[in-house]
């Protein structure tokens, strides 16, 4: 008996089915700004490899007319048409069966569609901006990582390269951009048609096209690469900043990966509305207005050093990804971990005093945070279906692969590095790679056993807490599993240990093979005062020291003997220990407390973020202790806060300007009155001046969270400024600060009222999740909120990965078993692929904050310390 439908052999497969190749699009697309619709054409040069019925292709939310398929054979030039077309729907496919077999050969596949320009910022969709006061609709794409299929039928795979020629008829008032320069415009009446130059071989998630209003700005490198920043009209000037760092980082590149950049043009454009921070697409890299545009007057230093590294990170695609491209999602980690790593490189070239490879760590601290969880993934991950892509652009593709990619470099030294990398961009150029090309390459640049170093950190998840103890003369290091559940890990790796003693010109480095080993230090024990490992925390592991060694480094901390790279170390691995119940709450405040004196920015800002964390565990444990947990952290702050002070001092550095911010907001947040004051001081001459010299962006958030922590629904007024300046600004960035600090308030009725905003129309749906990290008295209200609203959430969100945020912010802060359960329970009817994994490490880290509150509550010396450490100003 035949199957039902034909189509039934294509389902439910991860892959396409290699019949045809495709080797050179004829895109052609109208979209109507108006009625919000698109009609296009699509000839698609493929060859056919194996004698076939069927041609599959990826298509989605398209309407495709039987009538208008054809396919034509290039040697016979017989035309065949299709006897029937299935779309299916779970799979994204499109199904096109022919009535004679298609011969091997090369051919024209044409197809005609329709389809809708959503708001749901995938696909070809529909942006809203202003003009002149009216509400105008741009049209956008955004196609990585499967959603080039919703605009036009195509294989909708990386490792399916093809060439591009893009036509597009819009309105002839608007401006078209696409991958590739405009090479023809013909005028028709209303309408033009603009034809874009044939682009080189590429995967369909970077092409691009947008259709909108715009100014722009230009600039050229010195090869003569035209770069542009296009951005809403009368903000020109706003877009100079990206502009130049693109410019330099292009030229950087060229070098550091010994080829120009590959095409004639680089545009760059800030849409309105965008679900990810940026998109690297070839020669039309589109952007958050937030991660493009740099105001002299209204933007933070927090806010140029973002626009700084997201301009980099997506020109270093332009290598790394467009260039050369993964050849499966599988491989992701080579796109996103390269140019992770790759920014910083290229920002701490441009920006030398901003100390980029410092705040590197809080890359590493994250994919460590991530990483420590039993869900966790490894790097290189099995991909079933395209909806399970979505959530691997996450921490551990991201930075658990940027982390392990400086651990190699560290080890291979920087100039061998850059070698083998080069010789991969040459090798792999116009064409995809995998994981282990990139290995092989290396290791026959560098003669290291690269593979099998590095396959035991992408292979497997999670990494290592190396143990180490001193006795007599010997260093005995062990290394198992860490996991911050305390409970025990199978895995092993090969750890490159590296080490230093006294000083950092004694060092040894080897590499950890085994489960343990013993290394003789008598040679350079003698005076040396402390032993610390993973020198400039290079390695993606923890370090757990003896009581002894501990004891030396807090030393060695006080005595400003520490690089900030290995303070910053020390306090992560301390405090994740203490999390995992290796360690007592009471020794890592005493740790803390050796960091008075701190002043590093990437340091301090995350001794503030630590303190956060265990300020609630804490209070969690122990509610009578609140107050003086809340003065030890506000005495603890105290010395830069005196140093940095409310004023911006003439010609301070950069690192000193978002320090500032930090120090005040979390001196705000741990209720330090004066500080509150203060900053509702400011607020008031803000709200007369918004030019006023009280109250430059740096300190904004600091005053807006001073200002929150005092509204109740008796004293509404502080909130009602600041959603009045909310809506009276026209920049992202300031509506990105204001709901950051929204829902810092301690009144629950006010966070209910905060979070409701987030669901109105004044807040973008790419926003909302900035306001959803409520105060520790608003938590409940929030989860409350999350579950009235959850259908609406789940509807607006949840075809994309935003909805992973709902969950994560407002469920992993809770702390009990029983909360533990109750979620579980709420989201076992509701659960998707696109929210599995994150809402098990969710549930996860709430089981860990349970068993730590447990653990803190037997630790009788804790009241005691903690008495001492608030008295002690
Ligand atoms: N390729 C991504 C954009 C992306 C993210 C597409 C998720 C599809 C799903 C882009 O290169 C990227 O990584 N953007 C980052 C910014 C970067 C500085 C980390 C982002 O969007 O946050
Ligand atoms: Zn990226």
Redesign the pocket.
């Known amino acids: 008996m035949e199957p039902k439908q034909k189509s039934e052999q294509f389902i439910g497969q991860p892959r396409l089915p290699k019949f045809a190749v495709p080797k050179h699009y004829d895109l052609k697309l109208k979209p109507d700004l108006v009625t919000c619709k698109f009609t296009g054409t699509v000839d698609i040069d493929i060859d056919i490899v194996a004698e076939t019925k069927f041609i599959v292709l990826n298509a989605a939310e398209l309407v495709v007319d039987r009538g208008s398929v054809y396919f034509k054979n290039e040697s016979s030039s017989k035309e065949f048409r299709p006897l029937e077309i299935e779309l299916v729907g779970q799979d994204e496919i499109l199904v096109l069966e022919f009535d004679d077999v298609l011969p091997i050969g090369k051919g024209i596949l044409g197809i005609g569609f329709e389809g809708t320009l959503k708001d749901n910022m995938k696909g070809i969709y529909r942006s809203i901006y202003q003009h002149n006061g009216e509400k105008k609709n741009m049209a956008v794409t ?1 196609f ?2 499967a959603d080039a299929r919703r605009c036009f039928p195509c294989w909708d795979e990386p490792a399916c390269k093809a060439t591009f020629k893009i036509t597009l008829t819009v309105p002839s008032e608007l401006i078209a951009l696409s991958n590739m320069p405009v090479i023809e415009e013909k005028l028709e009446g209303e309408l033009k048609t603009v034809c874009f130059q044939e682009s080189p071989i590429m995967s369909t998630y970077l092409v691009a096209v947008v259709v909108g209003l715009f100014d722009y700005v230009e600039g050229q490198t010195c090869d003569g690469v035209k770069v542009r920043v296009y951005c809403q009209v009368g903000k020109g000037k706003q877009g100079k900043f990206a502009l130049d760092v693109a410019v330099r980082t292009l030229e950087l590149y060229k070098v550091y990966f010994a080829l120009p950049y590959s095409l004639p043009k680089l545009d760059m454009v800030a849409i309105p509305d965008f ?6 697409n070839y020669g039309l890299v589109t952007y ?1 207005e937030t ?1 493009l545009l740099y105001d002299e007057q209204h933007s933070a230093a927090v806010n140029k050093q ?1 626009v700084a ?2 301009v ?3 020109l270093a ?1 332009q290598w790394f ?1 467009n260039l050369v491209t993964m050849e499966w999602w599988t491989h992701l980690w080579l ?2 971990g390269f ?2 790593w790759v ?1 910083y490189l290229a920002v701490d070239s441009l920006f030398p005093d901003w100390k980029t490879w410092t705040q590197f760590l809080d890359q590493l601290m994250e994919g460590l945070k991530l990483d420590g969880l039993e869900e966790s993934h490894p790097i290189e991950v099995e991909i079933g279906h395209a909806g399970e892509i ?1 959530e691997i ?1 996450d921490s551990i593709s ?1 930075r658990k692969g940027a982390s392990v990619i400086r651990m190699l470099q560290s080890y291979l030294g920087p100039e061998r590095f850059q070698r083998a990398l080069a010789s991969y961009i040459k090798r792999y150029a116009c064409s995809n790679a995998k994981t282990e090309d990139l290995w092989a390459v290396l290791e026959e640049e560098s003669g290291e056993p690269v593979n099998m170093l590095m396959n035991s950190w992408t292979k497997q998840k999670g990494y290592p807490v190396v143990s180490v103890k001193f006795i007599d003369q010997n260093l005995e290091f062990e290394q198992s599993q860490f996991l911050s559940s305390g409970s025990q890990g199978v895995g092993e790796w090969i750890v490159p240990i590296t080490l230093c003693c006294g000083s950092y010109d004694v060092q040894k480095n080897f590499l950890l093979r085994t489960k343990s080993e013993v290394l003789d230090v008598k040679e350079f024990s003698a005076e040396c005062n402390w032993i610390k490992l993973n020198v400039d925390q290079t390695g993606f592991y923890r370090v757990k020291y003896d009581d002894v060694l501990a004891a030396r480094l807090r030393y060695a901390i006080e005595a400003s003997h520490l690089s900030a790279t290995d303070r910053f170390g020390i306090l992560d691995d301390s405090y994740s220990l203490c999390m995992a119940r290796k360690q007592s709450l009471s020794s890592l405040f005493s740790l803390m407390n050796a960091y008075r004196e701190e002043l590093d920015y990437t340091v301090l800002s995350h001794l503030i973020t630590v303190s956060y964390k265990v300020a609630g565990i804490a209070t969690d444990a122990n509610p009578g202790l609140a107050d003086d947990i809340k003065q030890f952290f506000v005495n603890l702050f105290q010395y830069p806060a005196e140093k940095l002070g409310w004023e911006p001092k003439q010609g301070e550095s950069h690192l000193d300007a978002m320090l500032r911010g930090e120090v005040l907001t979390a001196l705000s947040e741990f209720g330090h009155d004066a500080t509150q004051k203060e900053g509702v001081r400011r607020f008031q001459a803000f709200l007369d001046d918004r030019n006023t010299p009280l109250l430059p962006p740096d300190i904004r958030k600091a005053a807006y969270v001073s200002v929150m922590q005092n509204v109740s629904m008796s004293n509404r007024s502080g909130f009602e400024s600041l959603l009045r300046v909310y809506r009276e600004t026209d920049l992202s960035q300031e509506k990105g600060r204001i709901l950051n600090s929204l829902a810092s308030c301690p009144d629950p009725a006010i966070v209910l009222e905060e979070l409701n905003f987030l669901l109105s129309s004044e807040v973008r749906s790419q926003d909302a999740v900035f306001g959803l990290g409520v105060s520790k008295e608003g938590r409940e209200t929030a989860w409350q909120w999350l579950k009235d609203n959850w259908d609406h959430i789940s509807k607006t969100w949840g075809s ?2 935003l909805i992973t945020r709902f969950i994560s912010t407002i469920v992993s802060p809770f702390s009990s078993e029983d909360k533990a359960n109750e979620i579980e329970e709420f989201f076992a009817s509701r659960v998707k692929p696109s929210i599995t994994r994150t809402l098990k490490q969710s549930v996860e880290q709430v089981h860990i904050n349970a068993k730590w509150v447990q653990s803190v509550r037997s630790e009788e010396s804790l009241e005691g310390l903690v008495k001492e450490l608030a008295s002690r100003k």
């Open positions: 955004q990585e990582p679900a990810a921070g940026a998109m690297e958050r991660a973002r590294i997201v980099a990170h997506e695609h990804g796109n996103e140019a992770t920014s979505d652009f991201y994309g990965f």
